[in-house]
Each structure stands twice: as structure tokens, then as C-alpha cells.
């Protein structure tokens, strides 16, 4: 397994080894020794989750404040943008954002520590994403982030829809600017 810090070094990006032949291949899609020296800490994942997109749609930028979850993220089908925004007002980071993508064939996964707004934006025709994350899903708790903010200014690489514009629930149509937004102390 490879382990590489990005941007903001907090989140990083896992490569497991493939061993592959004429008959498919074989990884080990998570091993918590290795995780837990790859990301410096140690961590309990408590929740798996499973969402099946199809091409544009974009689910995000969420995040916790109470009950935060750190996430550890990867697709086994299709290609995503995945997108973490540093919402800690005490990080030399804060409101930077880093992305990465995510893809059945690079077989790429991401850590997005609690402290983050995350999301993504389905590229390829549809997508299963597949997430652990350390602490419970609490809806009561969920912020969200405006996905276009311009003081974040992601780049969602959406010249990869072909002009359509991303498909958004309705709460992420309303998300927080960053400048109202609640954050991480």
C-alpha cells in the first residue's frame, strides 16, 4: 500500500498493491495496521455505506459538527471527483479544499478526516461509492457547504459532463455559503 499526504497533509491518498494476471486481480481493499500507520492515528470505523449514483449527479459538501465523521472513501464501479474543503477555523488550511479522483480502474481511495466537508461528482455513467466512517450518521447534526461557493472555488471538473449541469438534491441546492457556515473550532 502506498500512502501519499495531499495538499492538506491530513488527507491522504491510499493506492493499494493489485496483483493481476489473465484472470482478473486480487487487492487488499483495507488492512486497519496498515491504514492506521499510513494516516498517523488511530482510528474505529463504526459505519459502512453504499451509494450508487449515476453521470453528473453531485452529492456534497457535507459534514458534522456534533458526531463528526472521518471518512475513508473509494468507488468499485465508475469515476468520481472526490472533493474534502478544511472546515477547522484553527488549521493553516482552513476553507482550502483538495480533491482527487476516484475510479474502479485506479482502485484509488481517499481519508477524509472529521474536521472536513466532503463530496462528490460522478463522472463516468454511474458510480458505487463505498465509505467507512468513524462516527454514526446524525442528520439532526448534517451541515452542508454550497458546492459552488466561490470563496472555496472548487473545481468540480464539470467540462467532464459534456455542459450539463450537476444534478443536486434539494438540501445541497441550499448549502451554506462558507462565510455562514458553521465550523470546526
Known sequence: MKATRL???????IEPRVFGDDRGFFFESFNHLQFEEAIGRQVKFVQD???RSGKGVLRGLHYQIQNPQGKLVRVVSGEVLDVAVDMRQS???FGQWVSALL???NKHQLWVPEGFAHGFVVLSESADFLYKTTDYYAPEHECSLLWNDAQVGVDWMLERLAGAAPQLSAKDK???VFSDAECYK
Open 7 to 13: 495538499a492538506i497533509p491530513e488527507v491522504v491518498l
Open 49 to 51: 455505506n453504499h451509494s
Open 91 to 93: 488549521s493553516p488550511s
Open 103 to 105: 475510479s474502479a480502474e
Open 174 to 176: 441550499v448549502g451554506n
